[in-house]
């Protein structure tokens, strides 16, 4: 565990970020050598393919069957802005 003061962390927020992403270690933030939070690296991933491809799945009514994906398709405008979402889903995956 690495002990870093409140005022280095503001001063240095992303580096810190991204060490604890890359290292997974933790870090305890102190304020005048006290601790008050504590920065872990997350568990999990956040978000799955199948979390994301269910985010519109609140929108269905009874009788619909449509997927959350293919609600999103039909409501879209075009086909570039069809394909930036399939390309973005990808970057998620």
């Not at 890359?22 to 102190?30: L, W």
């Not at 997350?42 to 994301?52: A, H, N, Q, S």
């Not at 086909?79 to 979402?85: I, L, Q």
Request: aromatic letters at 10%.
């Amino acid at each position: 565990m690495k002990r870093v003061s409140i005022y280095l962390l503001r001063d240095n927020l992303a580096s810190y970020l991204n060490e604890v992403a890359n290292s997974g270690e933790t870090i305890i933030v102190e304020k005048y050598k006290k601790p008050i939070a504590i920065i872990n690296p997350p568990k999990k991933k956040l978000v799955k393919k199948k979390e994301f491809e269910k985010f519109f799945g609140f929108l269905k009514t009874k009788g619909d069957n449509e997927t959350g994906v293919e609600y999103e398709n039909r409501v879209r405008r075009g086909s570039r802005e069809r394909k930036y979402m399939r390309d973005l889903r990808k970057r998620i995956t």
